[in-house]
């Protein structure tokens, strides 16, 4: 199983990234997956997650800014994040989960991580 982010960076505040899991290894389409991401300091935090199914499910912080497509036909997880604030600067990594269904904290495999660093 491997699962390897792509797309962090520098933005400014009121921007927008998007981040990328290109994940193999495993049947992605049948899996929930989820993005989380921790800061210096700070706990880890659960960003979005997503069913098998399409159902999402989005960190207080994040809802109506983030989103969480997935393309199973490309074995890929996107994290769309508008209007960033400098508070969203943290590691971003992805995350298997262990069914179909989004269960937060319920993980087997993640991804080394992407950095994204929010600053004017």
């Known amino acids: 199983v491997q699962l390897v982010e792509s797309g962090g960076g520098l933005a400014q505040p009121g921007g927008s990234l998007r981040l990328s899991c290109a994940a193999s290894?495993?049947?992605?389409?049948?899996?929930?997956m989820s993005w989380a991401r921790q800061a210096p300091g700070k706990e880890r935090e659960v960003v979005a997650g997503?069913?098998?199914?399409?159902?999402?499910y989005y960190g207080d912080s994040m809802e109506g800014r983030f989103t969480i497509p997935r393309h199973n036909h490309k074995n890929t997880l996107y994290l769309q994040m508008n209007s960033l604030k400098p508070e969203d600067t943290a590691l971003y990594y992805c995350?298997?989960?262990?069914?179909?269904?989004?269960?937060?904290?319920?993980?087997?495999?993640w991804g080394q991580g992407t950095q994204v660093t929010v600053s004017s």
């Open positions: 995350e298997k989960g262990r069914s179909s269904r989004y269960v937060a904290d319920d993980n087997d495999q």
């Open positions: 290894g495993f049947s992605f389409s049948i899996y929930a």
């Open positions: 997503i069913s098998s199914g399409g159902i999402k």
